[in-house]
């Protein structure tokens, strides 16, 4: 039976980091949800003009399994949107888990994460022979719990590259954890925010300096 539901990568922002096959789909696709919040709208200009474009920020994961759903026993090609690469910090494993449950298959279609746009907005590889060879990625505890063998402190004992996601808000416990964790004052940090749209921004500081340059920019 053809897939009829595709999980899609739709990459950090700038529609032109849309893979050829992300982009082949949308332009096929019946159905298309995407995150409104997070994802460049301009993403979707390459759409059917009779697609049904659904944006996902006001709805609940019920909602959303059931356009999907419903869309499949109609016999629509559904595309689903995540912001960056679905594979990090997608939240797709609940939507997942609920067309198993369904009996419907999907596929996922991998895209460009907003890690490597940042990567490429500040000039920078992540892995530097003799300085660093591992990139950890991450996120600050706070609604959301981390596994007590990932805490920041303790990921920051390795001295390696480092990239942090969804912890702007908490900058000043992010800091404190790197520092205990053996970080120097002095170790170069860098925020971008969104990645690769035409309001990017980016800010270079050392860790020392970095919640006052997040509170200032």
Same mark, same amino acid.
């Given at each position: 039976?053809?897939?009829?539901?595709?999980?899609?990568?739709a990459?950090?922002?700038?529609?032109?980091?849309?893979?050829?096959?992300?982009? @082949?789909?949308i332009?096929?696709a019946?159905?298309?949800?995407?995150a409104?919040?997070l994802?460049n709208?301009e993403?979707?200009?390459?759409?059917?003009?009779?697609?049904?474009?659904y944006?996902?920020?006001?709805?609940?994961?019920?909602?959303?399994?059931?356009i999907?759903?419903s869309? =499949?026993?109609?016999?629509?090609?559904?595309?689903?949107?995540q912001?960056g690469?679905?594979?990090?910090?997608?939240?797709?494993?609940?939507?997942m888990?609920?067309?198993?449950?369904?009996?419907?298959d999907?596929?996922?279609?991998?895209?460009v994460?907003?890690?490597?746009?940042?990567?490429a907005?500040?000039?920078?590889?992540?892995?530097?022979?003799e300085?660093?060879?591992?990139?950890?990625?991450t996120?600050?505890e706070?609604r959301?719990? =981390?596994?007590?063998?990932e805490?920041?402190?303790?990921?920051?004992?390795h001295?390696?590259?480092?990239?942090?996601?969804?912890?702007?808000?908490?900058?000043?416990? =992010?800091?404190?954890?790197?520092?205990?964790?053996?970080?120097l004052?002095?170790?170069?940090?860098?925020?971008?925010?969104?990645a690769?749209?035409?309001?990017?921004? =980016?800010v270079?500081?050392?860790? @020392?300096?970095?919640?006052e340059q997040?509170?200032?920019?």
């Open positions: 039976m053809a897939i009829q539901v595709y999980f899609i990568g990459g950090p922002g700038d529609p032109e980091l849309l893979t050829i096959k992300a982009k @082949n789909i332009e096929r019946d159905v298309i949800i995407y409104d919040s994802i709208p993403v979707c200009s390459c759409a059917r003009e009779r697609a049904e474009v944006r996902s920020a006001s709805l609940d994961l019920q909602e959303i399994t059931g999907i759903v869309s =499949v026993k109609q016999g629509k090609v559904v595309a689903r949107l912001s690469d679905p594979g990090i910090y997608g939240a797709i494993q609940e939507q888990t609920a067309l198993d449950e369904q009996g419907i999907y596929e996922i279609i991998p895209g994460s907003s890690l490597f746009a940042a990567a907005a500040l000039k920078t590889e992540l892995t530097i022979p300085l660093s060879q591992t990139v950890i990625i996120r600050m706070g959301t719990p =981390v596994p007590d063998l805490s920041m402190k303790g990921l920051a004992a001295q390696s590259s480092m990239v942090i996601f969804l912890s702007v808000s908490l900058i000043q416990e =992010v800091v404190v954890e790197l520092l205990a964790g053996g970080y004052p002095d170790t170069p940090a860098a925020i971008v925010y969104r690769s749209w035409e309001d990017e921004i =980016v270079r500081t050392t860790l @020392n300096d970095l919640v997040v509170r200032t920019s």
